[in-house]
């Protein structure tokens, strides 16, 4: 069953078989865990839509297009469509606030070995991507997501977010320089 | 060839037909402009690269699982089989439409086709009003039949969210 097509595999699961919900599952768990999580910015968000995107592939394998279909894009787009409507809930506003300053106040502030204003300097390059990343808006962190960490070609990604692949590429032009921005000016001063 | 974001875009992430990427690569030896652009793309996708690959917990599958049983699938007909506002809205529909139909009639009948039509043995047999109420009822049902499978369709989609 391992080596089985994703649509030998859905064929299967409508059919509710388990064992072959599971080899789906195993197959894509990583990519959808990992995207919705640089999407979300979020652990515990990114492990409860990971199971609201598998239960809903579940519920819905009779929707999936058994003859010309693509499974990995029509799980992308329930993945995506079940981020984007958690996102778009007023709980989760916080992605706009200023992360920086949220992490400053929660971390402990050490006066003899740290000054505050090199508190940014002293955070590790993984923290300010991860900053950056979140302080994009939702349709550049959208495509540099899609595009740059799960490796998505434009026109698979065209599909999935129903956008023409120039607005795509507009918008990953600007998400990127905005990414830059965000970045240590420094480091990155003279890349574009 | 001109500066084109889009086409090196492309040839970054081996997307560029194997022309393509020729004549791009060829283009990059001369012009500084994209090469410092396909720089910056090179620094931010080695930046970006820094970040690692996360786990979810290794019991996710099993909270998939345990969960599925209790929860039903998400269906847009879980209303009642019968209600009582359909038929307020069927009656309301009905005089709407016999009162057209009326109107319709007395218009039509002063047609100088009418006295023809009057001829014809249904609208003889159940009158002008009738044979146009039969008419309107059939042209009414054939549309409706034809788009009950597409409304179904979509309302389902809906209901599912996808």
């Given at each position: 069953m391992e080596k089985s097509s994703d649509k030998e595999l859905m064929n299967l699961v409508l059919k509710k078989n388990s064992r072959a919900f599971k080899v789906l599952y195993q197959r894509y768990e990583l990519a959808i865990f990992n995207f919705i999580f640089r999407y979300t910015s979020s652990r515990e968000i990114a492990q409860d839509l990971l199971q609201e995107t598998f239960t809903r592939v579940w519920f819905a394998a009779h929707l999936f297009d058994y003859e010309g279909g693509n499974f990995r894009g029509w799980l992308y787009t329930i993945a995506l469509n079940t981020t984007r409507n958690e996102?778009?809930?007023?709980?989760?506003t916080y992605q706009y606030l200023d992360v920086a300053e949220i992490k400053g106040k929660q971390e402990p502030v050490h006066p003899e070995t740290e000054r505050p204003d090199s508190r940014m300097e002293n955070l590790d390059l993984k923290e300010k991507i991860?900053?950056?990343?979140?302080?994009?808006?939702?349709?550049f962190?959208?495509?540099i997501v899609l595009k740059h960490f799960q490796q998505l070609k434009f026109k698979e990604i065209a599909e999935i977010t129903k956008t023409p692949e120039s607005t795509l590429k507009a918008r990953f032009h600007r998400g990127i320089e905005q990414l830059r921005k965000h970045l240590d000016p420094k480091e990155f001063s003279d890349a574009a | 060839m001109q500066h084109n974001k889009n086409s090196l875009l492309k040839l970054f992430y081996q997307e560029a037909s194997p022309q393509e990427a020729s004549e791009l690569q060829k283009h990059l030896t001369d012009c500084t402009e994209c090469q410092k652009y396909m720089q910056f793309l090179n620094r931010m996708g080695m930046t970006l690269d820094k970040l690692p690959e996360e786990r979810p917990l290794s019991n996710t599958f099993e909270r998939i699982m345990e969960n599925i049983p209790e929860r039903q699938p998400r269906t847009a007909f879980v209303q009642p089989a019968i209600s009582a506002a359909p038929f307020f809205k069927i009656a309301f529909s009905m005089g709407l439409i016999v009162l057209l139909i009326y109107f319709a009639q007395s218009k039509i009948s002063l047609l100088p086709i009418w006295d023809s039509l009057q001829e014809f043995w249904l609208i003889d047999a159940i009158g002008g009003f009738g044979f146009m109420m039969l008419i309107f009822f059939t042209v009414g049902t054939f549309i409706t039949l034809s788009l009950s499978p597409i409304l179904y369709f979509d309302m389902h989609r809906k209901a599912l969210r996808l």
């Open positions: 996102m778009s809930k007023k709980r989760y991860e900053q950056a990343l979140e302080k994009l808006k939702p349709h962190r959208e495509i | -």
